[in-house]
């Protein structure tokens, strides 16, 4: 998941109720009206709109060929797709089947706007057990049936440039977060910085901070739900980020305005010699980098051995796929999520994309034992943890990724980013989060 806006939006659409969404056509109801047509809104997870088209269409033919139903298709970029979710909720007037990040699950599930996947439905595309748990994890609030089904998942990583490192002196990729600092400082030499970042991408900011949060044992709520921004272990996740630039001096002022992928950009043309991303291989090549230029290595964590609680080094990150509950072609739809969760469909699509299935057997494939994606498989299912499965993730997304991309700014115009200023700006996004 990799792009949200407005809080009040979001927060007025998922207080809509199930009635109120539609899928297909403004006239749906979950019923089988259009038996032979199905609309998919795809995500972007390619290098750019074309590709997933490239990659996608065939697919789609398929499935046609198998079931004499057609689906067009629509790509939307991240940056625009839950906005178009909350307007297609509101109006009545959306697709049959969506991918969403896995992060809004939740979200999206308490405002009803969601097909929900119980047992029997899941039997119907061969059963929960076929999933990896970790991606489970992040379909909704635990106790309810799951708002989507995973179709991509996705970890972080440390991909960092050999030759720079080489050329540094640095002769491995750091283990903890105190290694990568100092060798931060002998990369960032003669106008190249040793780490990128995505200061004004809000989710980017999140999912950095969820994961120090949780190293420094935080998870930004607490049981029930209520937001805990202001606790010690999230202020000082949120300062160790903001710091890398502020007091370290590893990452580049610049990156503070960053917001659409630019620091993957800069790491393909060796600006750059580190960045923490998802599945980052396909966007490196795109540009023009060749496999063997960089390496990857799990996300540092403080004791250098990933693991569980503290030692968490990525958010469960990925891609679901949801049906629209008043879809017109529900059991045309249902057949698509059975379809794309086939173990042949998650092999195809997974490789093309370099994410890992989330299907167990499809993980089997020898194209997922590469050493990017045994990095990633091995820290989805020993090191990382879902984002806080609660209604109001994505006004957290929105509140305390802007409050990040403040302290970024004021980092990047050389003022001083200091505790209090972290817990003030934690205090105000926590302010603004909806009463509950």
């Not at 059963?127 to 179709?151: E, H, W, Y």
């Not at 990583?157 to 540094?168: E, I, P, S, T, V």
């Not at 609680?309 to 057949?335: H, P, W």
């Not at 806080?388 to 403040?406: L, R």
Request: glycine share 10%.
């Amino acid at each position: 998941m990799r792009s949200l806006r407005a809080a009040a939006a979001f927060a007025a659409a998922t207080a809509l109720t199930a009635t109120a969404c539609g899928g297909g056509t403004a006239t749906g109801g979950g019923s089988n009206d259009s038996p032979k047509t199905l609309t998919y809104w795809a995500s972007n997870q390619g290098p750019n709109i074309e590709a997933d088209k490239k990659i996608l269409t065939p697919e789609l033919k398929k499935f046609e060929k198998q079931t004499g139903i057609k689906v067009k298709l629509e790509v939307i970029p991240w940056s625009q797709l839950l906005n178009r979710i909350l307007a297609a909720a509101t109006s009545g007037q959306g697709p049959d089947v969506l991918n969403i990040g896995n992060t809004w699950s939740s979200s999206l599930q308490a405002g009803g706007a969601l097909l929900p996947w119980d047992a029997k439905r899941f039997g119907e595309i061969g059963g929960k057990d076929r999933f990896v748990p970790a991606a489970l994890g992040s379909t909704g609030a635990q106790g309810k049936d799951p708002a989507a089904v995973p179709l991509y998942s996705l970890a972080y990583a440390l991909y960092y440039n050999k030759k720079m490192f080489k050329d540094a002196g640095v002769e491995k990729p750091p283990a903890t977060w105190e290694e990568l600092v100092a060798d931060g400082k002998k990369l960032s030499k003669g106008g190249k910085w040793a780490l990128g970042a995505e200061g004004s991408n809000l989710v980017n900011n999140i999912h950095q901070a969820f994961v120090l949060g949780k190293q420094h044992g935080s998870d930004f709520f607490d049981d029930a739900g209520k937001p805990t921004f202001t606790s010690d272990g999230a202020v000082a996740a949120v300062k160790q980020y903001v710091d890398f630039m502020a007091k370290d001096k590893i990452i580049a002022p610049g990156n503070a305005e960053y917001a659409q992928n630019q620091s993957l950009q800069d790491f393909a043309k060796g600006k750059t010699a580190m960045v923490l991303w998802q599945a980052a291989a396909t966007t490196f090549e795109a540009h023009g980098m060749k496999p063997a230029d960089w390496g990857v290595a799990p996300v540092p964590v403080p004791s250098g051995t990933p693991g569980a609680d503290k030692q968490v080094n990525s958010m469960v990150a990925g891609i679901n796929l949801a049906v629209f509950k008043n879809t017109d072609n529900r059991d045309g739809a249902v057949k698509f999520v059975k379809f794309m969760t086939s173990d042949a469909e998650q092999t195809v699509l997974n490789k093309a994309y370099g994410s890992i299935p989330p299907i167990k057997a499809a993980q089997k494939d020898a194209a997922f034992a590469r050493p990017e994606t045994s990095v990633l498989r091995d820290t989805l299912s020993k090191s990382a943890a879902p984002l806080p499965q609660v209604p109001n993730e994505s006004q957290f997304e929105t509140t305390v990724g802007t409050a990040i991309k403040e302290l970024f700014a004021d980092a990047a115009e050389g003022r001083p980013v200091t505790t209090a200023s972290v817990k003030s700006a934690l205090t105000k996004a926590q302010q603004q989060m909806p009463k509950s």
